[in-house]
Nanobody, 121 residues
Framework: QVQLVESGGGLVQPGGSLRLSCAASGIIWRLYTMGWYRQAPGKQRELVAVIGSGGSTNYADSVKGRFTISRDNAKNTVYLQMNSLKPEDTAVYVC???????????????WGQGTQVTVSS
């Protein structure tokens, strides 16, 4: 089984920063794309940022220039550095990873439980 465990959420004032972490554990043959999504109350889940196994990145327009996604392949961990936070960034942030667990099997999507980020004065 594979588990994704997030950490780093919390309450921060507008303009502040937070760093989220997500560590994948379990039987992992190969870890492909990792990313962060978020879901605010009453809204659909949306992509925040993704990073490929080679380091290529993609961001939602709303976070470009403020958020930075990175990964440590040796630790099977993805990070999201969030700067200049705004109240509209308030949401549950969920980690996602595309993982192959056996050498000859197809990769699958895995999701974390989510971590709350609240931006408020």
């Amino acid at each position: 089984q594979v588990q994704l465990v997030e950490s780093g959420g919390g309450l921060v004032q507008p303009g502040g920063s937070l760093r989220l972490s997500c560590a994948a554990s379990g039987i992992i043959w190969r870890l492909y794309t990792m990313g962060w999504y978020r879901q605010a109350p009453g809204k659909q889940r949306e992509l925040v940022a993704v990073i490929g196994s080679g380091g290529s990145t993609n961001y939602a327009d709303s976070v470009k220039g403020r958020f930075t996604i990175s990964r440590d392949n040796a630790k099977n961990t993805v990070y999201l550095q969030m700067n200049s936070l705004k109240p509209e960034d308030t949401a549950v942030y969920v980690c996602n990873a595309f993982i192959r667990t056996v050498v000859d099997g197809p990769p699958s999507d895995y999701w974390g439980q989510g971590t709350q980020v609240t931006v408020s004065s």
